[in-house]
């Protein structure tokens, strides 16, 4: 059982991992590397394969960081079925075109500037343009359900239920004779939307995601409070609250915790801008997929409500709108992309409101180091934003439990039910994954970090205590930063 991490191998984001059969490659997810320029710039290395090559594609759900370097596989030859299932690929459609988008305007600003000093010729090309999701997208195969075995390639693989986001899954693949579980990213288990993770069957060995292996998230309840808390604050200093917000689930949920407390009387109905055209249109899938969700948010959405709009809602298309809201006076919620904070819209609410005491900036997901979120976890002031120097006057709270990521609880607790299975960590900072072996080793499991760009057989590999050989000391802002309390 050979695989090959090319991607979220040492490093949270870029999922793509290359599975060997007899047969030929079969790809797992195909990621794009985000949270700074030193992990961006890994997007535009090659695949170490012929893209045509590949027998088949399976990818786990739709955020970015699993699904896009799709559209750069098709760009670079692939023309194979990428399978998922439905409500992945109806979310992928708005993900990919959105993240093509965002090259292409990338790049002409970068042009723009080059140009002013004759460099055009060093800026690099879009990865990839609306067209080649087009073609990407026309490779999309739903043809996965929960619980359901399916033919992939030369593999027989089930999809389950993995509570993450809507659509996400775990696959159970049966690789000659053995069994292979990969996690892709796992839901916590208090998930304001999904229902929990399917109990996973006994497996030879398992990839499993190592986000917040070193964390458990505060309860439900306790989150809830906190949040209540930090809004009834915000709105005493009377600034505009900044919810960076990924744009799948992650604005889903806030949006119906929003609701549930305004209607409940619980904090003040102040007017909620959400400041994200991706946001608003993947909330059209949340209705259509809604059997999906838990029972209170889909018994709403049966009766005709809309458990996502909190009646102070505006949703902002268009640029010109998002650059008013910076002349809106008084306390406001603005979510607003992209999550790390590294571009999108929230970067020019960052600069308008970060250097003032009476924001708050609320973080409710996962920040990798280097991404301009991580830094200003670690406490950075001033930090550059849009060619400014901002100095960090905003109260910053981190909210670890409104994660859609297993905690440390939540991973134990899945691999309760595979047996013995040999683990191999991915998906997660180096300093994660070194806590959670000792954890594995005290139940019995073998744990191995899964090494980068590095082949390794699942069933007989072993690395000393775990660690692939040259893997780098333990970076202590990688530590500092992991988007936690
Ligand atoms: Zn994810």
């Not at 992990?39 to 960081?65: I, K, M, Q, S, W």
């Not at 699993?66 to 439905?86: A, E, F, N, S």
């Not at 997660?428 to 744990?447: D, N, Y």
């Not at 000391?473 to 992991?482: C, F, N």
């Amino acid at each position: 059982m050979r695989v090959e991490s090319l991607g979220a191998a040492l490093t949270v984001t870029g999922s793509a991992h290359l599975l060997s059969t007899r047969d030929g490659p079969v790809l797992i997810d195909c990621g794009l590397f985000q949270g700074g320029e030193e992990l961006e710039a890994r997007n535009r290395e090659p695949f170490p394969f012929d893209a045509a090559d590949l027998l088949a594609v399976v990818v786990t759900h739709a955020h970015l960081d699993h699904i896009g370097r799709l559209p750069l596989l098709v760009k670079r030859g692939y023309r194979g079925p990428v399978y998922c299932t439905p409500p992945t690929a109806a979310l992928a459609e708005a993900v990919l075109l959105d993240s093509a988008r965002l090259q292409v305007e990338g790049f002409r600003q970068d042009l723009r500037r080059a140009r002013r000093v004759g460099r055009e010729a060093e800026v690099p090309e879009p990865l990839y343009d609306e067209e080649d999701v087009h073609r990407t997208l026309a490779l999309l195969r739903p043809a996965l359900h929960y619980g359901e075995r399916a033919q992939v390639g030369p593999l027989k693989v089930t999809a389950e239920r993995a509570g993450h986001i809507l659509g996400s899954a775990y696959l159970v693949i049966e690789v000659e004779g053995q069994r292979l579980l990969m996690s892709g990213d796992l839901g916590n288990r208090e998930s304001g939307l999904q229902l929990t993770f399917t109990p996973p069957p006994p497996v030879d060995a398992v990839m499993i995601e190592t986000t917040y292996a070193n964390r458990i998230h505060r309860s439900r309840e306790a989150t809830l409070a906190e949040f209540r808390d930090i809004l009834h604050q915000s709105i005493r200093a009377g600034g505009k609250i900044l919810i960076p917000t990924f744009a799948i689930e992650r604005a889903q949920m806030i949006l119906y915790i929003l609701r549930n407390m305004m209607e409940a009387g619980e904090v003040p109905r102040i007017p909620i801008f959400l400041d994200s055209p991706l946001a608003a249109r993947a909330t059209g899938d949340y209705f259509e997929f809604g059997d999906e969700l838990i029972p209170p948010v889909r018994e709403a959405l049966q009766s005709g409500e809309d458990p996502f709009r909190p009646s102070t809602l505006h949703v902002v298309l268009t640029s010109t709108e998002s650059q008013r809201i910076n002349r809106y006076d008084g306390p406001a919620i603005i979510m607003a992309g992209s999550g790390m904070m590294n571009g999108g819209r929230i970067q020019h609410h960052l600069k308008h409101n970060l250097w003032k005491p009476s924001t708050s900036l609320v973080i409710a997901s996962y920040q990798s180091p280097g991404s301009l979120g991580g830094r200003i976890v670690a406490g950075e002031s001033p930090v550059h934003i849009l060619g400014e120097e901002i100095i960090v006057r905003a109260h910053v709270h981190t909210i670890g439990g409104f994660s859609a990521h297993a905690d440390q609880d939540d991973l134990l607790a899945f691999l309760s039910t595979t047996g013995t299975p040999r683990v191999w960590l991915i998906h997660g900072e180096v300093p994660a994954m070194e806590e959670f072996l000792p954890v594995l080793a005290q139940r019995g499991l073998t744990g191995n970090i899964m090494p980068d760009h590095q082949e390794v057989d699942l069933l007989t590999t072993t690395f000393p205590a775990g660690r692939p050989p040259g893997l780098p000391e333990s970076h202590e802002d990688a530590r500092a930063s992991a988007g936690g309390e």
